[in-house]
């Protein structure tokens, strides 16, 4: 939707005191932003959405409303400032049994944990993903929607495609550890966003460049997560 309309809905809804309609409109101003990579724009409107929605007491929507927030943070690199949003979030989300939020915050904990080289700390969090998933039949009204969790669902599609990108980038300049660092981040995000058949063949590479560089951490990650996957898949 134009950022213009949202913006005199805005406008509309707080001359009629109407919080329902404020909230609504600040969280898609966030997400219209977020999508145009207008970062700092978005995290403007979520913070927002996120001070009105504390004053209402509804605890969904405070933890879609920390979901929200955490994952610009993510997408701008803030990753302390993003995690903690998600841990307030993921409080909030194990109290209301929303099982589909947890699903995407755990995921994005884990990543976050991956960007930071943090392997066991990230696997941590995938194996908790892997436990709701196994546990829990969702039913029909759990999808995600604009208005809930799709904007971290679609974060993580961006990060697979920054992450290639800086795969490329490697190739192009035959740099070895510019090509495993974004490889072997992308493992998670590739099984996280159903492209798991394509798994084996970034692990079988990201465990050459690990011995070639000697990165005995990634090479030591690498059984256990294979182990993961095999429980994933």
């Known amino acids: 939707m134009n950022i213009a309309i949202l913006e005199d809905q805005l406008k509309s809804a707080r001359e009629n005191k109407d919080i329902k309609g404020e909230l609504s409109a600040l969280r898609q101003l966030g997400l219209v932003c977020q999508k145009n990579r207008q970062l700092t724009q978005a995290a403007s409107f979520l913070s927002k959405a996120l001070t009105l929605v504390e004053k209402t007491g ?3 929507d405070q ?12 997408e701008m690199a803030q990753l302390k400032k993003a995690m903690t949003h998600f841990h307030e979030a993921l409080k909030i989300q ?10 995407a915050v755990l995921t994005l904990l884990g990543v976050s944990h991956w960007r930071k080289c943090e392997w066991q700390a990230g696997l941590s969090y995938f194996q908790k993903t892997l436990e709701l998933q196994k546990t829990h039949q969702p039913k029909s009204d759990e999808q995600p929607d604009d208005e809930a969790y799709a904007s ?25 550890l510019k090509i495993l660092q974004p490889l072997f981040s992308m493992i998670p995000l590739y099984l996280f966003t159903g492209r798991g058949s394509e798994v084996e ?5 990201a465990g050459a460049l690990a011995e070639v560089l000697h990165k005995k951490d990634i090479m030591d990650m690498i059984p ?10």
């Open 58 to 60: 509804n605890e969904r």
């Open 63 to 74: 933890a879609v409303a920390l979901a929200n927030l955490g994952c610009v943070y993510w």
């Open 94 to 103: 194990q109290l209301t049994e929303d099982v589909i939020g947890q699903t």
């Open 152 to 176: 971290l669902f679609e974060a993580l599609e961006r990060g697979v495609q920054t992450l290639q990108n800086r795969v490329h980038l490697g190739r192009e300049q035959h740099d070895p």
């Open 201 to 205: 063949s970034l692990l079988r590479e």
């Open 224 to 233: 256990i997560l294979n182990e993961f996957i095999r429980d994933f898949l």
